[in-house]
């Protein structure tokens, strides 16, 4: 039974495995997308945040953005770890526990990395080219008797001869890879001291790997350990994958199975600017940059179609049973497809619906206010919301934070305090320094003092360069002085 877990895992969280441990991204990386120094971090947040920066260019050698959270499965605080002194040798079952009072899972995870990449900023417009690789999967609504029998396995005996009913629940999963391009400039300015900056990026997608679950209910009992049948009483929904279809999932990871499109779009008001606070000196860093500045984003508009590798299946079922589940061995997706459609339609391909799947990409509306109290100092308060376009969109965590932060060209810190899915406070740390920048939007889950449902890590290495041509001047931030 071992396998047959370990399979549904890897079918349907294969990118929580890949590239990184798991996971990713703070998403929004909450400590440096609000910089008026932020370049190309701050561009997956708003993209018309880099047209008022003091940067005339910047190159981004490479960034990363790791995040995973959910509400039901944590790992225990240090203090809790060993107490069981029958279990001291550090095993998963030691280590990590789950909510008794959770009925349904969310959970959401991303790796992003953001490869070379450069923009361009000058007084009439700004532009910029990019190359990330990334990966996300959105857990929604799954029921956690189902997420119990997977940790623990179908001999699980405090769940047997229990019916359960399920909810609708969907799970979307993928990794590809991005070319972008990015424009931007002024629609709107008074005197330089206000002005409205709009951008867009428009994103050419090479899917690699997909799944997703879409299932509108899930009505079965698994019988007691005399026999571990897996008796399914009902069930409608789909699902469906794009991978190697041989007993090596992973063999062919980055595999190109899939194309699509994404677009990002951005508006930044910058009100009461006063002149010369926008360069990229020394002088600029005893001015206020402006009183405020609002920025409106859409994120992430888009979708991947898959043809290669692609297989979708359907059920619509009174009823069928899975004998002895607990003891099935399924090496392969295929051997999986197979033997579910077998036990359900007596035929192996009985449930076969399409071999072509759609995977939206995690969509969200995002804003954000930013307040200068003095020079050098600014709190900022955003918000996300999940904005899902299909059925088979990963779902983005949506999120509420204020980060207070202290910004001069060479050196920044801030600390956001994050509300996560409006409810779940953390508090981070981030750190820019020169070219390097380093942070997270959960540093408690690092010092091991509460039960922890997620991790978040992000970082930069790029150059900035204040002057035409590239030079080595005072006015460059990589080799300027405080």
């Known amino acids: ?154 001999d699980y005996s405090p769940q047997h001869d229990i019916q359960y009913a399920s909810e609708p629940f969907r799970v979307a999963s993928m990794i590809w ?73 992973l063999k062919k990871p980055f595999k190109l199975r899939g194309y699509g499109v994404g677009l990002d779009l951005g508006l930044t008001y910058y009100h009461k600017r006063k002149h010369g606070s926008g360069d990229c000196n020394k002088s600029a860093e005893i001015l206020k940059k402006y009183v405020f500045r609002a920025g409106l984003s859409i994120l992430d508009i888009g979708a991947v179609r898959f043809g290669k590798q692609a297989e979708t299946y359907a059920f619509s079922s009174d009823n069928f049973i899975w004998p002895q589940i607990d003891d099935a061995v399924i090496n392969s997706v295929q051997q999986f497809d197979t033997t579910v459609s077998q036990y359900a339609f007596a035929t192996p391909v009985g449930s076969q619906d399409d071999d072509r799947l759609t995977i ?41 934070s204020i980060t207070p932060r202290y910004e001069t060209r060479q050196f920044e810190a801030s600390m956001p305090f994050i509300m996560h899915e409006f409810k779940t406070p953390h508090l981070g740390l981030a750190l820019r320094y020169k070219w390097f920048v380093i942070g997270s939007d959960r540093i408690g889950a690092f010092t091991g003092i509460w039960n922890n449902t997620g991790y978040d890590l992000f970082f930069g290495f790029k150059l900035n360069v204040c002057e035409k041509g590239g030079k080595r001047s005072p006015s460059c931030p990589a080799y300027s002085r405080l």
């Open 1 to 154: 039974m071992d396998k047959i877990r370990s399979f549904i895992i890897l079918s349907f969280c294969l990118p929580m495995f890949v590239g990184a441990p798991v996971r990713s991204y703070s998403q929004e990386m909450t400590g440096i997308s609000h910089s008026n120094f932020s370049g190309h971090m701050g561009m997956d947040f708003n993209p018309s945040l880099f047209v008022g920066s003091p940067y005339l260019y910047e190159w981004n050698f490479l960034s990363g953005d790791l995040f995973i959270d959910n509400n039901y499965l944590y790992r225990k605080r240090l203090s809790e770890r060993f107490d069981d002194v029958d279990n001291t040798d550090g095993s998963n079952d030691s280590q990590f526990g789950n909510y008794t009072d959770v009925a349904n899972m969310d959970a959401y995870s991303s790796i992003k990395f953001r490869g070379p990449s450069y923009m361009r900023n000058s007084e009439k417009f700004s532009w910029g080219v990019h190359t990330a690789l990334r990966s996300a999967t959105s857990v929604t609504n799954a029921p956690t008797h189902l997420v119990k029998f997977i940790k623990e396995g179908y």
């Open 360 to 400: 939206w990409l995690p969509s969200a509306v995002a804003f954000d206010f930013d307040y200068c109290f003095a020079p050098k100092f600014y709190a900022n308060a955003a918000v996300v919301a999940a904005i899902p376009l299909a059925s088979t969109a990963i779902v983005r965590s949506s999120m509420l």
């Open 177 to 249: 890879g991005e070319i972008g391009g990015t424009y931007g400039k002024k629609i709107y300015e008074v005197r330089e001291k206000k002005f409205l900056a709009a951008a867009a990026t428009l994103k050419l997608i090479g899917g690699f790997d997909a799944a997703f679950i879409d299932f509108d209910q899930l009505n079965y009992v698994v019988t007691s350990p005399d026999s571990f049948d897996l008796d399914v009483l009902s069930t409608t929904g789909t699902y469906g994958h794009s991978f190697t279809d041989d007993e090596n999932t």
